[in-house]
DNA sequence: TGTGTTCGTTAGAAGTTATAACTGGCAGCT
DNA sequence: AGCTGCCAGTTATAACTTCTAACGAACACA
């Protein structure tokens, strides 16, 4: 994913060694969450016998942490193919949505609880603020008929006041405010739905997306 | 909480220890959150040793799901509490932000990462369907003007034709919707501001959770 | 060909959940 | 009151987990 090509020959066979436990623990969480992921069945898959996997991971944390860059640079890479193509808004969306339904727990692992003393590394916001950069863009381009008429006027002030967030972003507060609800709203549909609180309502949560996707788009 | 009364002396015994274990239980969810719950720190702490708890709980899921249990109760009580107050879905919102605020964590095992081969007891799903009928109480009393024009009609159609859940409740599908968008809305912006993904960004959660109720109760 | 880094091994410490078997005491019935 | 039986809490143990330490072997490089 990132560090395949390397000089030396040792350097190549590590970050060989590094995906391979990646590839294995990605099949972990995907089964049973992040939770339950465990060194040594990693190591037991692979071949090797348990600590031999500490010459690559100085722990378990190290190595969730990087699962957890990965996983945001996925999602990041998703949004900017997606906008690269001229995507608006409701594309986006869309982009997100299938993002996320593709593997749930890949999901969790950047949007769902987190750890309480845990502190996401310098790189894993950069990252999220290159996603929130995309998402700015898009919003700033919405409809000019809807760019027009602001989603809240409130927060639009509140933004336009506070906001320290990609400040190199010179955009209109009412896109701020757009970029923030879509980012919520959609999560907060999505989330609900992958962790199943919606089974047994008879309700198509895509209907819901959509609307949601409607009332960001067309106000 | 709920077993507190019992009759023979060795019932009260069994009910006021396990509520010493679920207070110990809840002290280390709030000071690290669910997966770092551990029985043997809880029996260290009460001054019994290691497998005692095992006579008050099976297993360690047992006394998660206890908690899950008491926590989603919690919750549909302090909404049937504030709705007893004749509130509005303005107030509600309230009520569902402060307790979410009080307890992080609590809000987490309720609506945080679900374990994937977990599946939620009867009573759960119960408790939950109280609170949206609490919820859909409210939205079906919501101001008239306001009543009249639909969040979104097609998401209304969709109700209309396929919801299956609080089915005694005979209620406008402009209010089901309303209820859903309440619901995920709000659970959008207090599941990222509680996992700490505003931090940064020099923004105020109050601001966007007022904006969100705006949108909900006044459209 | 020698030298040194590094990889993988086994051994083991300190945890965890959970079960099995034993003891002591309390409850309730007669 | 006394006997009986259930039940709480104990220790011992198994099977896990993460992670450290010490050793041997293999490989890259000079």
Redesign the interface.
């Given at each position: 994913m990132a560090e395949s090509d390397a000089r030396t020959p040792r350097e190549r066979y590590r970050a060989q060694v590094r995906e391979e436990i990646k590839k294995h623990a990605w099949e972990q969480i995907a089964?049973?969450?992040?939770?339950?992921l465990s060194l040594n069945a990693i190591a037991k898959q692979i071949g090797v016998s348990g600590p031999a996997l500490y010459r690559y991971y100085a722990n378990r944390d190290e190595l969730i942490t990087e699962l957890v860059k990965d996983a945001y640079r996925s999602l990041a890479d998703a949004f900017r193919a997606r906008a690269a193509t001229g995507a608006d808004l409701a594309e986006l969306a869309r982009a997100l949505r299938e993002w996320a339904l593709a593997d749930p727990?890949r999901y969790?692992l950047v949007?769902?609880?987190?750890?309480?003393?845990y502190r996401?590394p310098e790189d894993t916001?950069a990252i999220?603020s290159e996603i929130m950069d995309v998402l700015l863009g898009a919003c700033a381009a919405v409809a000019p008929e809807a760019a027009a008429a602001s989603?809240?006027d409130?927060?639009d002030g509140?933004?336009a006041e506070?906001?320290?967030?990609a400040p190199e972003h010179r955009v209109a507060p009412s896109a701020l405010?757009r970029a923030?609800?879509f980012?919520?709203?959609?999560?907060?549909?999505l989330?609900?739905e992958l962790?199943?609180?919606f089974t047994?309502?008879?309700?198509?949560p895509a209907?819901?997306y959509?609307?949601?996707t409607?009332?960001l788009t067309a106000p």
């Amino acid at each position: 994913m990132a560090e395949s090509d390397a000089r030396t020959p040792r350097e190549r066979y590590r970050a060989q060694v590094r995906e391979e436990i990646k590839k294995h623990a990605w099949e972990q969480i995907a089964a049973a969450g992040a939770s339950a992921l465990s060194l040594n069945a990693i190591a037991k898959q692979i071949g090797v016998s348990g600590p031999a996997l500490y010459r690559y991971y100085a722990n378990r944390d190290e190595l969730i942490t990087e699962l957890v860059k990965d996983a945001y640079r996925s999602l990041a890479d998703a949004f900017r193919a997606r906008a690269a193509t001229g995507a608006d808004l409701a594309e986006l969306a869309r982009a997100l949505r299938e993002w996320a339904l593709a593997d749930p727990q890949r999901y969790f692992l950047v949007y769902g609880t987190p750890v309480p003393g845990y502190r996401a590394p310098e790189d894993t916001t950069a990252i999220a603020s290159e996603i929130m950069d995309v998402l700015l863009g898009a919003c700033a381009a919405v409809a000019p008929e809807a760019a027009a008429a602001s989603l809240d006027d409130q927060l639009d002030g509140h933004l336009a006041e506070h906001r320290t967030w990609a400040p190199e972003h010179r955009v209109a507060p009412s896109a701020l405010s757009r970029a923030l609800l879509f980012w919520s709203r959609l999560h907060g549909v999505l989330s609900l739905e992958l962790a199943g609180h919606f089974t047994g309502m008879g309700l198509d949560p895509a209907e819901l997306y959509a609307a949601e996707t409607r009332a960001l788009t067309a106000p």
